[in-house]
C-alpha cells in the first residue's frame, strides 16, 4: 500500500508516535489510537477516502508498528512457499511451484530495514551495518535470511521458506506425481528396514519434504536425533532429539557447528542420526556414524545426480579432513550410505524423483551405481506443463535394500514390487 494518501498520514502518525509507549499498550488499544488518529487526519486534510480504504490504511500500520508490515499478509498467505524481498519495491513469491511478482511493496528502504531488524530482534538475532548477514528460523518455523547494506547493493534482501504446518506424507507425494505408488512402497520398506538414505536434489527441489514423509517409516521404538542449522523437520514420531545449531555471537564466541552436533549425538546413545542438510566438515562425521552401527540414519545434500552427490560428499570429507586419500574417502561412502534419492524440480514448478540409486562397490576409482528407478521428461503438455514416464530397472540380486528386508522378513513384500 504505497499510494500518497496513505504515505502521508503515515508520515503525519508515525512522526508523533512516541516509541517507548509502543511496546507498554497492546495491540487493541493501538488499533483504537490508530483509528482515531486516522479520523482526525482525513477531517483535517479533507481527504475523499472510502470506509473499506481507511480501514486498509490503519491494519497496514498496525501491522507495520505490532508485525512486520505489508510482508504479514504474504506470512498469512497459506498458498505462498517462498516469499524473495529484493529492495522495497521487488517482491516476488512462490506459489504452487511458480515465481511471480507480488503486488505487496513496502513504502521506502527505511520501512523494509526496519522489519528486517524486527525479524532478527524476534528471533535474538541483530542485523546492521556492522552485521549484515542474518540466517534464523521465525518462531512458526519458517526459515529466514537476510543481507542488508553495504553487502545488499539494491536495497535489504530478505528471503524467507516458509514452514508447512501441515504433514505431508508419503501418499500426499504420490498424489503430487512425485513419483510412484511403486516407489513409495520400495522407499518405506528401505526406511523402515534401516538403509542409510541420502536425498539429493537442488534448493526448494523438495528435499526437506521428503525427508519428512520419509520419516513415517522409522520405527517407532528407534531414538533419532536430527540436527540442523534452523530446524525444519517435522518427524512424524515419539522419540526425537532436535539439535540446532547455533552461529557465533557477537564477540564472535559461542558458535555450535552441526560437525560438533553430530560428534555430540553419537554420546546420545541414537539409533539413527539425522541431518538436515549436509554443507560441510559433518559429511565425515555422518558418514562415521552411518559406519559405527547407526543404521538408518539420513542427511539431505546439493547435488544435481546421484554421482554429482557422491562427488559433493568427497568435498566436504575433504573439507573436515584434508590427509585422507580419495580412495579412503570413497570406501568410507560405499560402506555407509545405501540409496541416494534424485529429486528435482522441473520447469513447470512440479517436484519429481528423477532417480533412486543404489551404490554397490568400488572398481578401480569408479563407484558402482544401479538405478531402481528413474523419471524421464518426454514433452512438453498444452499448458506447458513436464509430461514424462517413470520406469523400473528392476532389483539387482546384490542389492543391499533386498539383503536388509530379508533380515527383517520383508524381502517376499520387496521381490512383489517388481514382478
Known sequence: MSNNIYISLRADIFDALDATLLSEITADELLLQLSNSVDMLILKKELQVSSSRRLEIVNAMLAELK????????????????????????????????MKKSVVSFVDEQQLLSIAKRIASNVGRRVDESNPLCDARMHDGSRVNIAVSPLAIDGTSISIRKFKKQKIKMDDLVGFGALTPQMAHFLSIACFCKCNIVISGGTGSGKTTLLNALSG???????????????????????????????????????????????????????????????????????????????????????????????????????????????????????????????????????????????????????????????????????????????????????????????????????????
Open 67 to 98: 508485525g512486520y508490515g505489508p510482508l504479514q499478509v504474504l506470512l498469512d498467505n497459506q498458498d505462498v512457499s517462498d516469499i524473495l524481498i529484493n529492495g522495497p519495491k521487488n517482491v516476488f513469491i512462490e506459489i504452487n511451484g511458480k
Open 217 to 419: 517409516y522409522i520405527q517407532g521404538t528407534d531414538r533419532v536425533i536430527t540436527i540442523e542449522d534452523a530446524a525444519e523437520l517435522q518427524l512424524q514420531k515419539p522419540h526425537v532429539v532436535r539439535l540446532e545449531t547455533r552461529p557465533a555471537n557477537i564477540e564472535g564466541t559461542g558458535q555450535v557447528t552441526a560437525r560438533d552436533l553430530v560428534i555430540n549425538s553419537l554420546r546420545m546413545r541414537p539409533d539413527r542420526v539425522i541431518i538436515g542438510e549436509c554443507r560441510g566438515g559433518e559429511a565425515f562425521e555422518m558418514l562415521q556414524a552411518m559406519n559405527t552401527g547407526h543404521d538408518g540414519s539420513m542427511t539431505t545434500l546439493h547435488a544435481n545426480t546421484p554421482r554429482d552427490a557422491i562427488s559433493r560428499v568427497e568435498s566436504m570429507v575433504m573439507m573436515a579432513t584434508a590427509n585422507l586419500p580419495i580412495e579412503a574417502i570413497r570406501r568410507n561412502i560405499i560402506s555407509a550410505v545405501d540409496l541416494i534419492i534424485q529429486i528435482k524440480r522441473l520447469h513447470d514448478g512440479s517436484r519429481k524423483v528423477i532417480n533412486i540409486t543404489e551404490i554397490y562397490g568400488l572398481e578401480g576409482e569408479q563407484v558402482i551405481m544401479e538405478d531402481v528407478f528413474q523419471y524421464k521428461a518426454t514433452s512438453v503438455g498444452s499448458e506447458n506443463e513436464v509430461v514424462g514416464e517413470f520406469s523400473s530397472m528392476g532389483l539387482n540380486q546384490r542389492s543391499i535394500v533386498f539383503e536388509r528386508a530379508s533380515y527383517f522378513g520383508l524381502q517376499d513384500k520387496l521381490k512383489a514390487l517388481f514382478e
